[in-house]
């Protein structure tokens, strides 16, 4: 049985869809704008795309779904045009409806919205047959011929797109498939091609991209696939959100990925919680007390107990705290499954808990969240995903995959070869290493278990809850095997939608954290407020750095990345308090969580007042460059630069290196004029610069835009130095109070001309003193003034070139200040 085709404009025209014009040519449809054009052949079922200059940058591309691609010669080839109206703003939208006798049809789609130099595609079916159709793979971009007869070799590198733990790194291989996006950039240093290519939104279907190079070609495939696939009905139309990106129109690395972040946020409508405060992991901090002889506490009554030891360590006067309970159990029976307060009362894991985990007083979530939050808390706790506890699976086998209690996992290689191999993990982690078996687990589309989640989630949001982390997912809930109760679901949809229930349930505002170690999916995104970039640690390490920070563009704009737990006492180098300094700067800079693996009360006074510089975190939806992770023979970037307006940067130098006995990797430089495709900060050659360090507290020096600063730093040592553009009027260099030197904590600041006075509001934290660096640049300070505590100014040289002022008071206040001049 086929059905007529009801696209319409059917008839074999050139339609020129820019400014309402058409132009007829042969079997040619031309979506276009200023900045490019897909032109589509009707007769061979191959397109072009174009750059705004006319010139081929891809030819001959065709689709796939299934077995069928668009270039068969027995395939019937229809179109239409239509309005598009969605989170991307206004376009038209070009469709190619492919028919073939007893299959379904298959419909692709390109989106141009207005002169945004993007192309968007999306696919789906129309099953126009007697039979069911499912949707197992399909590639709405097949180029084999991608800036063909253009040399390539020269400066080629290829950027990875995947997530959690898979690998990210800077690549120069003939051929790589990346989970979620790909970047690749090659040509002359100053004006490279640069290509970005990936899927901006997520639901069914997972995304991929592979890139292969050859003598004087590209090869590049969008695709996206599902080890289950998505069922669609006798007579029913199947057009998913499930959309790609692909933008050749670049100028640079850094905001051709910033560009592509910024589309996936808003297509994927993600609203972002951001973690602005740190998270004590009471499974890490259990296991330090109890070598410090302690009681072990990682149950209900230590997390109270925590996060007392929070307030009296003084951290909250400077930020919120969250504290994250871990009641996780290894036997066959434990609370996985049941997730309620009797069975969380009954286990523990005898490691970090001398019993259960909800004990007296605190025997119920309710009782020990409330008591978190009133002490001004986020309590936090834990789950394993879809790991069994055999006593629920005996008594609900109907919430169990395929119906079935004991169904054995079979594991094929389709579902292995998309699993990444790293941080010491192999395929035979899937062996559930606390199991006999490996057994299949919960159903998230069954009703009735989502149901029992949706109980689970409402007596946990009753408790005041705020965010939950999800451990082992991709081993315990990645259903590749199917056996869903709702047969039109996918295997990505059961997934996402563990976490969808969470999320709903809990309310917008929750924090929820997926620890993905060997699968790089961005399916979670929008649900999700963290990923887990690592194995268990506490430690740091320039890999783990590196993974984070070549994300930058997703850091804190769709998802915050997660390094696990970090202990300042074992930061290295240990004899030195660069250590700790570059552990906190880097994990602020690259990351967008602190996870703390030790108890507040066993923190330093010097650790504790570290800490305090580097919260609370930024909530912008931005992160640093590496601004020298493409350059030759880079591997862990060193250089990170974060531009809070074109005149005020904050540069970072991250020296790995801890080898004593090679001084010589210890200097690192930039060029402040450079352009970004050169490495450099791209900041106005005919300005000069002040550079002040903050960890050192010192002014670095004053540069020329075309200088290039190279500092020789410690071993281990990570360098925050704010770069301000020299005015002609006193102005603020630095605060003491954190890490970024004002951005923070700087409210106001202004030069009123008139008046011959520097006024600003800082927010400054009781009895701690706060401190501005003050360039006078050529007037003479007079005195000063706040509107709360006390004001002095302190010369920080005989010229009074730089002066400091001195804000001081018992609580924390916003407060007034203005330094007269004359």
Same mark, same amino acid.
């Given at each position: 049985?086929?059905?007529?085709?009801?696209?319409?404009?059917?008839?074999?025209?050139?339609?020129?869809?820019?400014?309402?014009?058409?132009?007829?040519?042969?079997?040619?449809?031309?979506?276009?704008?200023?900045?490019?054009?897909?032109?589509?052949?009707?007769?061979?079922?191959?397109?072009?795309?174009?750059?705004?200059?006319?010139?081929?940058?891809?030819?001959?591309?065709?689709?796939?779904?299934?077995?069928?691609?668009?270039?068969?010669?027995?395939?019937?080839?229809?179109?239409?045009?239509?309005?598009?109206?969605?989170?991307?703003?206004?376009?038209?939208?070009?469709?190619?409806?492919?028919?073939?006798?007893?299959?379904?049809?298959?419909?692709?789609?390109?989106?141009?919205?207005?002169?945004?130099?993007?192309?968007?595609?999306?696919?789906?079916?129309?099953?126009?047959?007697?039979?069911?159709?499912?949707?197992?793979?399909?590639?709405?971009?097949?180029?084999?011929?991608?800036?063909?007869?253009?040399?390539?070799?020269?400066?080629?590198?290829?950027?990875?797109?995947?997530?959690?733990?898979?690998?990210?790194?800077?690549?120069?291989?003939?051929?790589?498939?990346?989970?979620?996006?790909?970047?690749?950039?090659?040509?002359?240093?100053?004006?490279?091609?640069?290509?970005?290519?990936?899927?901006?939104?997520?639901?069914?279907?997972?995304?991929?991209?592979?890139?292969?190079?050859?003598?004087?070609?590209?090869?590049?495939?969008?695709?996206?696939?599902?080890?289950?696939?998505?069922?669609?009905?006798?007579?029913?139309?199947?057009?998913?959100?499930?959309?790609?990106?692909?933008?050749?129109?670049?100028?640079?690395?850094?905001?051709?990925?910033?560009?592509?972040?910024?589309?996936?946020?808003?297509?994927?409508?993600?609203?972002?919680?951001?973690?602005?405060?740190? $998270? +004590?992991?009471?499974? =890490?901090?259990?296991? @330090?007390?109890?070598?410090?002889?302690?009681? /072990?506490?990682?149950?209900? *009554? !230590?997390?109270?107990?925590?996060?007392?030891?929070?307030?009296?360590?003084?951290?909250?006067?400077?930020?919120?705290?969250?504290?994250?309970?871990?009641?996780?159990?290894?036997?066959?029976?434990?609370?996985?499954?049941?997730?309620?307060?009797?069975?969380?009362?009954?286990?523990?894991?005898?490691?970090? $808990? +001398?019993?259960?985990? =909800?004990?007296?007083? @605190?025997?119920?979530?309710?009782?020990?969240? /409330?008591?978190?939050?009133? *002490? !001004?808390?986020?309590?936090?706790?834990?789950?394993?995903?879809?790991?069994?506890?055999?006593?629920?699976?005996?008594?609900?086998?109907?919430?169990?995959?395929?119906?079935?209690?004991?169904?054995?996992?079979?594991?094929?290689?389709?579902?292995?070869?998309?699993?990444?191999?790293?941080?010491?993990?192999?395929?035979?982690?899937?062996?559930?290493?606390?199991?006999?078996?490996?057994?299949?687990?919960?159903?998230?589309?069954?009703?009735?278990?989502?149901?029992?989640?949706?109980?689970?989630?409402?007596?946990?949001?009753?408790?005041?809850?705020?965010?939950?982390?999800?451990?082992?997912?991709?081993?315990?809930?990645?259903?590749?095997?199917?056996?869903?109760?709702?047969?039109?679901?996918?295997?990505?949809?059961?997934?996402?939608?563990?976490?969808?229930?969470?999320?709903?349930?809990?309310?917008?505002?929750?924090?929820?954290?997926?620890?993905?170690?060997?699968?790089?999916?961005?399916?979670?995104?929008?649900?999700?407020?963290?990923?887990?970039?690592?194995?268990?640690?506490?430690?740091?390490?320039?890999?783990?750095?590196?993974?984070?920070?070549?994300?930058?563009?997703?850091?804190?704009?769709?998802?915050?990345?997660?390094?696990?737990?970090?202990?300042?006492?074992?930061?290295?180098?240990?004899?030195?308090?660069?250590?700790?300094?570059?552990?906190?700067?880097?994990?602020?800079?690259?990351?967008?969580?602190?996870?703390?693996?030790?108890?507040?009360?066993?923190?330093?006074?010097?650790?504790?007042?570290?800490?305090?510089?580097?919260?609370?975190?930024?909530?912008?939806?931005?992160?640093?460059?590496?601004?020298?992770?493409?350059?030759?023979?880079?591997?862990?970037?060193?250089?990170?630069?974060?531009?809070?307006?074109?005149?005020?940067?904050?540069?970072?130098?991250?020296?790995?290196?801890?080898?004593?006995?090679?001084?010589?990797?210890?200097?690192?430089?930039?060029?402040?004029?450079?352009?970004?495709?050169?490495?450099?900060?791209?900041?106005?050659?005919?300005?000069?610069?002040?550079?002040?360090?903050?960890?050192?507290?010192?002014?670095?020096?004053?540069?020329?835009?075309?200088?290039?600063?190279?500092?020789?730093?410690?071993?281990?040592?990570?360098?925050?130095?704010?770069?301000?553009?020299?005015?002609?009027?006193?102005?603020?260099?630095?605060?003491?109070?954190?890490?970024?030197?004002?951005?923070?904590?700087?409210?106001?600041?202004?030069?009123?001309?008139?008046?011959?006075?520097?006024?600003?509001?800082?927010?400054?934290?009781?009895?701690?003193?706060?401190?501005?660096?003050?360039?006078?640049?050529?007037?003479?300070?007079?005195?000063?003034?706040?509107?709360?505590?006390?004001?002095?100014?302190?010369?920080?040289?005989?010229?009074?070139?730089?002066?400091?002022?001195?804000?001081?008071?018992?609580?924390?206040?916003?407060?007034?200040?203005?330094?007269?001049?004359?």
């Amino acid at each position: 049985m086929k059905k007529s085709l009801l696209l319409a404009g059917a008839c074999f025209c050139s339609l020129l869809i820019q400014a309402q014009t058409i132009e007829e040519k042969d079997s040619l449809v031309i979506l276009k704008n200023n900045q490019q054009a897909l032109v589509f052949d009707l007769k061979k079922g191959l397109f072009d795309i174009k750059d705004g200059k006319d010139n081929v940058i891809i030819k001959n591309a065709f689709f796939q779904m299934g077995g069928i691609q668009s270039k068969e010669d027995y395939v019937d080839r229809k179109y239409s045009i239509s309005e598009t109206k969605d989170e991307l703003g206004d376009g038209k939208t070009l469709s190619i409806r492919i028919g073939v006798k007893n299959y379904a049809d298959i419909i692709w789609q390109a989106t141009l919205y207005g002169e945004n130099d993007y192309l968007v595609f999306n696919m789906g079916v129309i099953n126009d047959t007697d039979n069911p159709y499912k949707v197992m793979a399909y590639y709405p971009l097949i180029a084999n011929s991608m800036y063909h007869g253009i040399e390539n070799d020269l400066n080629y590198k290829i950027l990875e797109g995947a997530g959690g733990g898979a690998r990210t790194l800077v690549l120069n291989e003939q051929q790589v498939t990346s989970f979620n996006n790909l970047f690749v950039k090659f040509g002359e240093l100053k004006y490279p091609k640069i290509i970005v290519a990936g899927g901006i939104t997520y639901n069914e279907f997972e995304k991929f991209v592979t890139v292969k190079k050859e003598k004087k070609n590209l090869r590049l495939h969008l695709f996206a696939e599902d080890p289950v696939g998505k069922l669609v009905d006798v007579n029913q139309e199947y057009i998913p959100n499930e959309k790609f990106y692909l933008c050749f129109n670049n100028t640079d690395p850094f905001t051709a990925l910033e560009k592509y972040g910024q589309v996936l946020k808003t297509a994927q409508q993600i609203k972002l919680n951001m973690y602005d405060f740190p $998270t +004590e992991c009471l499974w =890490y901090a259990s296991f @330090y007390n109890n070598e410090k002889g302690r009681c /072990k506490f990682n149950d209900s *009554k !230590g997390a109270v107990e925590e996060m007392e030891n929070a307030i009296k360590s003084g951290i909250t006067k400077y930020t919120r705290t969250a504290i994250r309970l871990v009641p996780d159990a290894y036997g066959k029976n434990n609370q996985q499954g049941w997730w309620d307060d009797a069975h969380w009362g009954m286990y523990g894991d005898k490691m970090s $808990t +001398e019993g259960p985990h =909800y004990i007296a007083p @605190y025997a119920t979530t309710q009782s020990w969240g /409330k008591a978190i939050t009133e *002490k !001004g808390g986020i309590p936090i706790t834990y789950f394993q995903s879809g790991r069994r506890s055999e006593d629920y699976a005996q008594q609900h086998p109907e919430h169990m995959l395929f119906n079935d209690s004991y169904r054995i996992i079979n594991m094929p290689e389709r579902f292995t070869h998309r699993v990444n191999v790293g941080n010491g993990y192999d395929a035979g982690y899937f062996n559930h290493w606390w199991a006999d078996k490996m057994l299949w687990s919960y159903d998230f589309t069954d009703k009735d278990f989502i149901s029992h989640m949706q109980n689970v989630y409402k007596n946990l949001k009753e408790a005041g809850i705020k965010g939950v982390m999800y451990d082992y997912p991709e081993v315990t809930a990645y259903a590749f095997e199917g056996g869903f109760e709702d047969k039109y679901k996918t295997t990505a949809w059961a997934y996402r939608n563990m976490f969808r229930l969470a999320y709903d349930g809990l309310g917008k505002d929750c924090y929820l954290d997926e620890r993905n170690l060997l699968r790089g999916s961005d399916i979670t995104l929008g649900l999700v407020a963290s990923q887990r970039v690592w194995a268990d640690t506490d430690g740091i390490t320039p890999e783990m750095v590196t993974r984070c920070g070549l994300r930058w563009y997703k850091n804190r704009v769709v998802v915050n990345y997660d390094m696990d737990s970090k202990d300042p006492s074992d930061a290295l180098p240990l004899q030195h308090q660069d250590g700790n300094r570059s552990l906190l700067t880097m994990c602020y800079v690259t990351s967008g969580r602190f996870l703390l693996g030790r108890s507040f009360n066993q923190l330093s006074e010097a650790q504790l007042q570290d800490m305090s510089r580097v919260f609370p975190y930024h909530t912008s939806a931005q992160s640093a460059r590496p601004l020298d992770a493409f350059k030759e023979g880079v591997l862990y970037p060193q250089v990170y630069d974060f531009e809070v307006t074109p005149s005020w940067h904050q540069l970072t130098f991250y020296n790995y290196n801890l080898d004593m006995g090679a001084p010589h990797k210890n200097k690192i430089e930039v060029s402040l004029s450079a352009s970004l495709n050169e490495g450099g900060m791209a900041l106005d050659p005919q300005s000069s610069y002040y550079i002040y360090d903050f960890w050192n507290d010192k002014l670095v020096g004053v540069y020329k835009g075309t200088d290039i600063l190279q500092q020789t730093l410690r071993e281990g040592e990570a360098r925050m130095m704010s770069v301000r553009k020299v005015e002609n009027h006193p102005q603020y260099l630095s605060t003491n109070r954190h890490i970024m030197q004002g951005y923070l904590d700087m409210k106001e600041c202004a030069w009123k001309q008139e008046k011959k006075t520097l006024e600003g509001i800082s927010k400054v934290v009781g009895a701690d003193p706060y401190k501005i660096v003050i360039a006078t640049n050529g007037m003479k300070y007079k005195g000063c003034s706040s509107s709360h505590g006390k004001a002095s100014i302190k010369q920080i040289n005989n010229s009074g070139e730089f002066i400091e002022l001195i804000l001081s008071n018992k609580t924390n206040q916003d407060i007034a200040w203005k330094v007269f001049f004359e």
